[in-house]
């Protein structure tokens, strides 16, 4: 596999679940991020890891918890959502560096339901 | 604190014609990277390209070119001869920063949906 993966790409879930999003990058990338990316509004930045350490968390709410156990994987563990929460979860990922800032490279996308 | 601005909210072209999608920003750095992605209806940004604060040269890639205006804050992309493929949702973004390992922050315009017909 190339580039960075995403799984499920769909996943429907009630407002008592407990589910988690998956994102992976093959890129040797050490910067990852998840991105939220509701109708109508721009892309939102929730979480950022570097070197595997979370430098960011953009106000989101606690149901939304990330883990981050390498610099390659990084997962979006959901609990309690409500249904304002349903949109397209984006994960990325660049190489940082003192040269300065990249690209990021997005995954496909996990499209979230929440009944 | 930083800003994009995509006025054009959706574009309508027919197959063939150029079209240009404006990008306005807002910044208080003096080092900035501006980009442009593309997202077709499967989901999936795709980068198109990257220019940073001191690098005012226009670029040209194929049917694509982009126009950096510091003098103006712009930063637009044009499609020449558009084509059907290209209809998807454009988004311009920023970053602000020089040398940090802090992880890069895209500030995200709201996005141009670009419809090319036949």
């Known amino acids: 596999e190339t580039g960075v993966t995403q799984t499920p790409r769909h996943l429907v879930m009630g407002m008592t679940n407990k589910k988690s999003l998956k994102c992976e990058q093959h890129?040797?990338?050490?910067?990852m991020y998840w991105y939220k990316q509701s109708a109508k509004k721009p892309l939102e930045l929730m979480f950022v890891y570097n070197f595997k350490e979370q430098t960011e968390n953009n106000s989101v709410p606690s149901r939304f918890s990330p883990e981050c156990p390498n610099s390659s994987h990084l997962f979006l563990h959901l609990h309690t959502l409500q249904p304002e929460d349903s949109a397209l979860y984006l994960c990325?990922?660049?190489?940082?560096?003192?040269?300065?800032?990249?690209?990021?490279?997005f995954g496909p996308g996990t499209r979230l339901t929440v009944t | 604190a930083q800003k994009v601005t995509q006025a054009q909210t959706e574009i309508s072209v027919v197959e063939k014609e150029d079209v240009t999608l404006d990008c306005v920003y807002e910044t208080r750095d003096t080092t900035y990277y501006l980009f442009w992605y593309k997202q077709p209806p499967s989901g999936e940004l795709v980068f198109l390209i990257r220019?940073?604060?001191?690098?005012?040269q226009n670029e040209i890639s194929g049917r694509y070119s982009w126009n950096f205006q510091k003098s103006t804050s712009s930063f637009n992309f044009t499609i020449t001869a558009s084509q059907v493929v290209d209809s998807a949702v454009y988004f311009c973004?920023?970053?602000?920063?020089?040398?940090?390992?802090?992880?890069?922050?895209?500030?995200f315009g709201e996005g141009t949906q670009l419809t090319v017909n036949p």
């Open positions: 220019r940073n604060s001191f690098d005012e």
């Open positions: 973004a920023l970053s602000e920063g020089g040398a940090e390992t802090s992880g890069s922050r895209l500030t």
């Open positions: 990325a990922s660049s190489q940082e560096s003192q040269q300065g800032l990249y690209e990021q490279y």
């Open positions: 890129l040797g990338h050490n910067a």
